[in-house]
């Protein structure tokens, strides 16, 4: 597909748009790549390129594919070898499967000191990996002496060393640096001097810095201000300094208005490759390492095949201390030259050079593939300008060569790195991997490639979603003929077809309490030498990091939010756990900015998506459920019921009965159902006048314009914005947007049948003619101001009683007559809002029904894809985050199969390729809680407790007197209550629901426990009295494991 097309197909590319943003995307789609060298890391910045959708991509390489590529190639096949494949012809068509938008194209010319490289001019960015250092300094000179200059990006990964080179010419524009939504804020106000400050609302913290700029919208008084860009010095961290606004087109501040930051274009220079050899511009990523020795080891490694034409032999001491004595000549010429040559972790490169190891493969992959984007877009920081990652604790330089020798299998080039005994524990691995996305896809495909139980372990994969097209964009192992089959299945079938050696179980279960009990019990989770979460959501995560800590399995923990990702590493005793932080803060809207005063866009959005719901959804199941529970609607009329509610507990029967649960909605539902597509049209005119015109002429009569709080300040004062009625105009597209998806929808609903010409502009415009729509009238309605007040105590306290039993009966009646009752009529079909059908009119609905809304109350509106993020609770994403994180990942999981045992031996990660930020830090511990003075316990200490069958309450309470000189006062089943103290019982306030706890002290554990059949043992929580006599509250010790 030579031609770009300028039209993004959201379908595909939805989530990757809300990282990179449309500007960029179609600067992708007119774009060509020149990749050279499809090795291992070659190979996933190809996926990761293509992926992302460039124009076309041109692999380069000249080599015939080897057995020991397998180690890292994943689109590599055994067959391949046999037939000798050119390794760029071999993986062409897998690489070409993952996006039909992208032109993958192969060359197989000899890439040397003589190649003319005038056929690079057709090309934006070329990526050179395994190549001699002369020639990429050929190819650096090259490209940077074209104007524009081409963008050139050099990268290999040596055994457990890699590094990136980027060179965008000697000025590079950035668009974005970070790709972080501007910052704003509300004026509080703002002074009229030489020396100008705005200052925040509420004393808001800013988070500007000098330089920044900023623009002005909705400020009244000083109108010129708005629409204007200027530069801030920061005066404090709610004040802005903004300079001079003297002048007279310049009137004094009255109120209102807001701040944002206007991104500004950035140039950068870069350095040639020949300069930046001895003067390094190097970033710094590891808290433990100094980069520079990378960098004087990658040099010296560079010039050693410069010299002896090939990479140091394996485990060679003689080429070991030829690179070593390489690198101290290098230190000398350096411009800074590092005050010490560490040998040994020269040594490390030397004799793992050879070798290649997945981890790092897939991280510099990605880190690499995002380079790429970043020199076709301008979008994000570039790396300036080198970058090295390494892995050299997890090879050992002071063991014997055997381990390492060649066996003459694929996994030569890791056993190189690793040794035979830590590739042959990966081979025997129990693993367990809840979650088969675009992380899971990512980490079966390491685990593929590094032969993870291919021996006598097994992988078990589970997630019970289905493949959507959305989802190929960054899940490589799923293809379009994939769509809608199981996620998990899929996903192991691919990995298989790589490795068939694999023993990959495939489940299509959700990991939660429904499936404790029966597939992922303690049982299971005891078979396990590691999990690995590959979920995305707050409570999935912590859930099965409670099953890890109950039985005492590692975790290794990542996610991905567009740029940024992180790696959290989870051991047994060692470090803290998931759930350590608690939980994520609470992003809810108070009920009264939903429903009556929004001030963000944000707000509109999720009022219109509460809309929707109640509209196509719940009401509808609402009258599903009603007929379905009261029969037919002559049952209903004999005998009828009112539901008790707070405002009316004890609901008077009437005529042999009360009415069923929901009468009155229903009998509202079914007063408006549409029954003609003209019907639906109406509904959607009434709709519309009644949301964004009455209801802001009703707040307006409650509070008119000049109305005051008990306080005597203004009522409509920031946040509050006074609404503004909109007036329907069949010529505003917004309008007819909304009137139009929501007559479709409610044709879906009430099963209506409409045609194509139904449906039209024309005929929409000319139903619109004849509809009457009633003239305003104010009520006396409570409206909720206070922000504290609750969904559910805001709809208590704005509905009304039930509705009159006689009312309800005669309304039922008259539908009767009317033929609304017929059993055609009676019942609906919900819609199950789809976020990515747009087809569907889901997200054209709420982002019409917001934008009314937003007009109404004087809020920015949202564009379709914009709202559509909001409403889906779309987390952005991207290839190129997910394949380094899982790459850093499965090094963690690495070291801890190799038999880390400190905190040292482990690094969290938190990354941000957009602003080339990689951050590894040692672990947290646990924390630990002391009991007494000499008795302390962390979350992962478990206590165990023997009994038998005659073993009484007592003699578990003197368990712990004897074994720990603890008094025992609480004991807890799940919820129940198994023991509780005098000292307890006597402060509970609600004594009946009491039983004589003293009593059951003498009973049989085995009597006081409801257990199923089978089972040997129960988790309790025991709290004891504290040592402390002044503070009377009891503590909670560690888990208690009671064997029966």
């Given at each position: 597909m030579e031609?770009?097309?300028?039209?993004?197909d959201?379908?595909?590319?939805?989530?990757?748009r809300?990282?990179?943003?449309?500007?960029?995307?179609?600067k992708?789609?007119?774009?060509?790549?020149?990749?050279?060298?499809?090795?291992?890391?070659?190979s996933?910045?190809?996926?990761?390129?293509?992926?992302?959708?460039?124009?076309s991509?041109?692999?380069?390489?000249?080599?015939t594919?080897m057995?020991?590529?397998?180690?890292?190639?994943f689109?590599?096949?055994?067959d391949?070898?046999s037939?000798?494949?050119n390794?760029?012809?071999?993986?062409?068509?897998g690489?070409?499967?993952?996006?039909?938008?992208?032109?993958?194209?192969?060359?197989t010319?000899?890439?040397?000191?003589?190649?003319?490289l005038?056929f690079?001019?057709?090309?934006?960015?070329?990526?050179?990996?395994?190549s001699s250092?002369?020639?990429?300094?050929?190819?650096?000179d090259?490209?940077?002496s074209?104007?524009?200059?081409?963008?050139?990006?050099?990268?290999?990964?040596?055994?457990?060393?890699?590094?990136?080179?980027?060179?965008?010419?000697?000025?590079?524009?950035i668009?974005d640096p970070?790709?972080?939504?501007?910052i704003?804020?509300?004026?509080?106000?703002?002074?009229?001097?030489?020396?100008s400050?705005?200052?925040?609302?509420?004393?808001?913290?800013?988070?500007?810095?000098?330089?920044?700029?900023?623009?002005f919208?909705?400020?009244?008084?000083?109108?010129?201000?708005?629409?204007?860009?200027?530069?801030v010095?920061?005066?404090?961290?709610?004040?802005l300094?903004?300079g001079?606004?003297?002048g007279?087109?310049?009137?004094?501040?009255?109120?209102?208005?807001?701040?944002?930051?206007?991104?500004?274009?950035?140039?950068?220079?870069?350095h040639?490759?020949?300069?930046?050899?001895?003067?390094?511009s190097?970033?710094?990523?590891?808290?433990?390492?100094?980069?520079?020795q990378?960098?004087?080891?990658?040099?010296?490694l560079?010039?050693?095949v410069?010299?002896?034409?090939?990479?140091?032999?394996?485990?060679?001491?003689?080429?070991a201390?030829?690179?070593?004595?390489?690198?101290?000549?290098?230190n000398?010429?350096?411009?800074?030259?590092?005050?010490?040559?560490?040998?040994?972790f020269?040594t490390?490169l030397?004799?793992?050079?050879?070798?290649?190891f997945?981890?790092?493969?897939?991280?510099m992959g990605?880190?690499?593939?995002?380079?790429?984007?970043?020199?076709?877009?301008g979008?994000?920081?570039p790396?300036?300008?080198w970058?090295?990652?390494?892995?050299?604790?997890?090879?050992q330089?002071?063991?014997?060569?055997?381990?390492?020798k060649?066996k003459?299998?694929?996994y030569?080039?890791?056993?190189?790195?690793?040794g035979?005994?830590?590739?042959?524990?990966?081979?025997?691995l129990?693993?367990?991997m809840?979650?088969?996305?675009?992380?899971?896809?990512e980490?079966?495909?390491?685990?593929?490639?590094l032969?993870?139980?291919?021996?006598?372990?097994?992988i078990t994969?589970?997630?019970?979603?289905?493949?959507?097209?959305?989802?190929l964009?960054r899940?490589?192992l799923?293809?379009?003929?994939?769509?809608?089959?199981?996620?998990?299945?899929?996903?192991?079938?691919?990995a298989?077809?790589?490795n068939?050696?694999?023993?990959?179980?495939?489940l299509?279960?959700?990991?939660?309490?429904d499936?404790?009990k029966?597939?992922?019990?303690?049982?299971?989770?005891m078979?396990?030498?590691?999990?690995?979460?590959?979920?995305?959501?707050?409570?999935a995560?912590?859930?099965v990091?409670?099953?890890?800590?109950?039985?005492?399995?590692?975790?290794?923990?990542?996610g991905?939010e567009?740029?940024?990702?992180?790696?959290?590493?989870?051991?047994?005793?060692?470090?803290?756990?998931?759930?350590?932080?608690?939980?994520?803060?609470s992003?809810?809207?108070?009920?009264?900015?939903?429903?009556?005063?929004?001030?963000?866009?944000?707000?509109?959005?999720?009022?219109a998506?509460?809309e929707?719901?109640?509209?196509?959804?719940?009401?509808?199941?609402?009258?599903?459920?009603?007929?379905?529970?009261?029969?037919?609607?002559?049952?209903?009329?004999?005998?009828?019921?009112?539901?008790?509610?707070?405002?009316?507990p004890?609901?008077k029967?009437?005529?042999n009965?009360?009415?069923?649960?929901?009468t009155?909605?229903?009998?509202k539902?079914?007063?408006?159902?549409?029954?003609?597509w003209?019907?639906?049209?109406?509904?959607?005119?009434?709709?519309?006048e009644?949301?964004?015109?009455?209801?802001?002429?009703?707040l307006?009569h409650?509070?008119?314009?000049?109305?005051r709080?008990d306080?005597?300040e203004?009522?409509?004062?920031?946040p509050?914005?006074?609404?503004?009625?909109?007036a329907?105009?069949p010529?505003?597209?917004?309008?007819?947007?909304?009137?139009?998806t929501?007559?479709?929808?409610?044709a879906?609903?009430?099963?209506?049948?409409?045609?194509?010409?139904d449906?039209?502009?024309?005929?929409?415009?000319y139903?619109?003619?004849?509809?009457?729509?009633p003239?305003?009238?104010?009520?006396?309605?409570?409206?909720?101001?206070?922000?504290s007040v609750?969904k559910?105590?805001g709809?208590?306290?704005?509905?009304?009683?039930n509705?009159?039993?006689?009312?309800?009966?005669?309304?039922?009646?008259?539908l009767?007559e009317?033929g609304?009752?017929?059993?055609?009529?009676?019942?609906?079909?919900?819609?199950?809002?789809e976020?990515?059908?747009?087809t569907?009119?889901?997200?054209?609905?709420?982002t019409s029904?917001?934008?009314l809304r937003?007009?109404?109350?004087g809020?920015?509106i949202?564009?379709?894809y914009?709202?559509k993020?909001?409403?889906?609770?779309?987390i952005p994403?991207?290839a190129?985050?997910t394949?380094a994180?899982a790459?850093?990942?499965?090094?963690?999981?690495?070291r801890?199969?190799?038999g880390?045992a400190?905190?040292?031996?482990?690094?969290?990660c938190?990354?941000?390729?957009?602003?080339?930020?990689?951050?590894?830090?040692?672990?947290?511990?646990?924390?630990?809680?002391?009991?007494?003075?000499?008795?302390?316990?962390?979350?992962?200490?478990m206590?165990?407790?023997?009994?038998?069958?005659?073993?009484?309450?007592?003699?578990?309470?003197?368990?712990f007197?004897?074994?720990?000189?603890l008094?025992?006062?609480?004991?807890?089943?799940?919820?129940?209550?198994?023991?509780m103290?005098?000292?307890?019982?006597?402060?509970?306030p609600n004594?009946?629901?009491i039983?004589?706890?003293?009593?059951?002290v003498?009973?049989?554990?085995?009597?006081?426990?409801?257990?199923?059949?089978g089972?040997?043992?129960?988790?309790l929580?025991?709290?004891?009295e504290?040592?402390?006599?002044?503070?009377?509250?009891d503590?909670e010790?560690?888990?208690?494991?009671?064997h029966?």
């Amino acid at each position: 597909m030579e031609t770009a097309k300028e039209d993004i197909d959201d379908s595909l590319y939805s989530r990757q748009r809300y990282v990179l943003g449309d500007a960029a995307m179609k600067k992708m789609a007119h774009s060509s790549v020149f990749l050279s060298g499809l090795g291992g890391l070659g190979s996933e910045i190809a996926k990761n390129v293509i992926l992302a959708g460039i124009r076309s991509i041109t692999l380069h390489d000249d080599k015939t594919a080897m057995l020991e590529d397998l180690s890292s190639n994943f689109f590599l096949k055994e067959d391949d070898i046999s037939m000798g494949k050119n390794r760029a012809e071999a993986c062409k068509s897998g690489l070409a499967e993952l996006n039909p938008y992208v032109t993958v194209k192969i060359s197989t010319l000899k890439l040397d000191k003589q190649t003319d490289l005038t056929f690079l001019l057709d090309f934006k960015c070329v990526v050179i990996t395994e190549s001699s250092l002369s020639l990429q300094q050929k190819i650096d000179d090259f490209c940077r002496s074209q104007q524009p200059p081409i963008q050139f990006i050099m990268a290999d990964v040596y055994g457990v060393h890699s590094y990136v080179f980027c060179d965008f010419g000697d000025e590079f524009t950035i668009i974005d640096p970070d790709g972080f939504d501007p910052i704003s804020f509300p004026i509080e106000s703002i002074t009229k001097s030489n020396e100008s400050q705005v200052t925040a609302l509420d004393r808001h913290v800013h988070g500007f810095k000098d330089g920044d700029h900023i623009t002005f919208k909705g400020v009244k008084g000083m109108n010129a201000l708005n629409g204007t860009t200027r530069q801030v010095k920061v005066d404090s961290p709610t004040v802005l300094n903004i300079g001079d606004l003297s002048g007279d087109e310049y009137q004094p501040y009255i109120s209102g208005g807001s701040v944002t930051e206007v991104k500004m274009p950035k140039s950068v220079n870069f350095h040639s490759l020949s300069a930046e050899l001895k003067t390094p511009s190097v970033v710094k990523i590891d808290y433990k390492k100094d980069p520079h020795q990378n960098h004087l080891a990658m040099c010296a490694l560079l010039k050693f095949v410069e010299v002896n034409g090939h990479l140091p032999i394996v485990r060679s001491e003689e080429d070991a201390t030829k690179l070593i004595a390489i690198a101290q000549k290098l230190n000398g010429e350096l411009s800074n030259p590092i005050k010490h040559v560490s040998a040994e972790f020269i040594t490390s490169l030397a004799y793992t050079a050879r070798g290649s190891f997945v981890p790092l493969t897939s991280a510099m992959g990605g880190i690499v593939g995002q380079e790429v984007l970043k020199a076709l877009t301008g979008k994000f920081k570039p790396i300036l300008q080198w970058w090295f990652l390494d892995a050299s604790e997890v090879s050992q330089s002071d063991l014997p060569e055997t381990p390492f020798k060649s066996k003459g299998d694929r996994y030569d080039s890791l056993r190189i790195c690793l040794g035979n005994k830590l590739v042959q524990k990966l081979a025997d691995l129990q693993l367990f991997m809840p979650g088969c996305g675009a992380i899971g896809c990512e980490m079966l495909k390491n685990y593929a490639l590094l032969g993870v139980a291919s021996g006598k372990g097994k992988i078990t994969v589970t997630d019970d979603d289905l493949i959507e097209k959305s989802n190929l964009n960054r899940q490589f192992l799923f293809r379009s003929n994939h769509i809608q089959q199981p996620k998990s299945t899929t996903a192991a079938e691919s990995a298989l077809e790589n490795n068939k050696d694999l023993k990959v179980e495939a489940l299509q279960k959700r990991v939660c309490s429904d499936t404790e009990k029966i597939h992922f019990n303690d049982a299971f989770f005891m078979k396990q030498d590691v999990v690995i979460n590959a979920l995305d959501g707050y409570e999935a995560r912590r859930y099965v990091d409670g099953r890890c800590v109950k039985n005492s399995k590692p975790l290794f923990e990542s996610g991905t939010e567009g740029i940024r990702g992180h790696v959290q590493v989870i051991i047994p005793g060692i470090t803290e756990t998931y759930s350590a932080h608690g939980s994520p803060k609470s992003t809810s809207i108070p009920f009264c900015t939903l429903k009556y005063f929004p001030s963000r866009i944000e707000h509109t959005i999720q009022w219109a998506r509460d809309e929707f719901e109640s509209l196509f959804c719940l009401k509808p199941i609402m009258l599903n459920n009603y007929w379905d529970s009261a029969g037919l609607p002559e049952q209903t009329l004999k005998s009828v019921t009112v539901m008790a509610t707070p405002l009316d507990p004890h609901p008077k029967s009437m005529d042999n009965g009360l009415l069923p649960t929901n009468t009155s909605q229903v009998v509202k539902i079914l007063k408006k159902r549409p029954a003609t597509w003209k019907e639906c049209v109406s509904s959607a005119c009434l709709k519309f006048e009644n949301d964004f015109n009455h209801k802001a002429k009703q707040l307006l009569h409650s509070y008119p314009e000049d109305a005051r709080t008990d306080n005597g300040e203004l009522f409509w004062k920031y946040p509050r914005r006074k609404p503004m009625p909109v007036a329907f105009d069949p010529d505003n597209e917004m309008h007819m947007m909304f009137i139009e998806t929501a007559a479709r929808l409610l044709a879906f609903v009430y099963n209506v049948d409409v045609t194509e010409d139904d449906v039209s502009r024309q005929n929409v415009n000319y139903l619109l003619k004849d509809i009457e729509t009633p003239t305003f009238e104010p009520k006396n309605k409570v409206i909720v101001t206070d922000a504290s007040v609750t969904k559910d105590e805001g709809m208590r306290l704005t509905k009304g009683s039930n509705a009159n039993i006689a009312i309800c009966k005669q309304e039922m009646r008259r539908l009767k007559e009317d033929g609304k009752l017929q059993k055609n009529l009676l019942h609906a079909s919900p819609v199950t809002f789809e976020k990515d059908d747009d087809t569907n009119g889901h997200i054209d609905f709420i982002t019409s029904a917001s934008n009314l809304r937003a007009t109404m109350y004087g809020i920015e509106i949202a564009d379709r894809y914009t709202t559509k993020r909001i409403t889906g609770n779309i987390i952005p994403a991207i290839a190129t985050t997910t394949s380094a994180v899982a790459g850093l990942a499965t090094l963690e999981m690495i070291r801890y199969v190799k038999g880390g045992a400190e905190l040292t031996d482990y690094r969290n990660c938190f990354l941000s390729l957009g602003r080339c930020d990689i951050t590894f830090l040692k672990p947290d511990p646990p924390v630990m809680t002391k009991l007494k003075h000499n008795v302390s316990f962390s979350v992962w200490d478990m206590w165990h407790v023997n009994g038998n069958s005659d073993f009484k309450m007592q003699d578990f309470i003197k368990f712990f007197k004897d074994q720990h000189k603890l008094a025992v006062t609480l004991v807890l089943h799940g919820t129940d209550t198994l023991y509780m103290s005098e000292s307890i019982e006597s402060i509970q306030p609600n004594v009946e629901s009491i039983q004589n706890f003293s009593e059951s002290v003498s009973e049989r554990m085995v009597d006081l426990i409801e257990i199923d059949d089978g089972t040997d043992y129960v988790d309790l929580r025991v709290l004891y009295e504290r040592e402390d006599p002044e503070n009377s509250e009891d503590i909670e010790g560690p888990a208690i494991r009671y064997h029966f």
